[in-house]
Nanobody, 124 residues
């Protein structure tokens, strides 16, 4: 089992920045990839970004490319999502997830463990 706890969400004005954190505990050695997903009101949950725990390779959704940066601190078992130039369309509950397989990073079914989510609200 892997436990994930997100933090760092909040209310920010359009154009502002937030940094989300995802602290992992438990059988973290079994994790290949850490991903961030989000779900806006009335919409399905969607992929945001993912990072390889070992190599640091990254993948981004087109909608956040150039504005969001995913990173990880292996020593702290923590993944981060730096979000810059936020806009109203980024308002959502953000979830981090752990993927033990490392093959289809943008697919939700790849991820076995999920955090409880953290709300990000961008005011325009």
């Amino acid at each position: 089992q892997v436990q994930l706890v997100e933090s760092g969400g909040g209310l920010v004005q359009a154009g502002g920045s937030l940094r989300l954190s995802c602290a992992a505990s438990g059988r973290t050695f079994s994790t290949s990839t850490m991903g961030w997903f989000r779900q806006a009101p009335g919409k399905e949950r969607e992929f945001v970004a993912a990072i390889s725990w070992r190599s640091g390779s990254t993948l981004y959704a087109d909608s956040v490319k150039g504005r969001f940066t995913i990173s990880r601190d292996n020593a702290k078992n923590t993944a981060y999502l730096q979000m810059n130039n936020l806009n109203a369309e980024d308002t959502a509950v953000y979830y981090c997830a752990a993927d033990p397989y490392g093959t289809r990073w943008s697919e939700q079914y790849e991820y076995d463990y999920w955090g409880q989510g953290t709300q990000v609200t961008v005011s325009s």
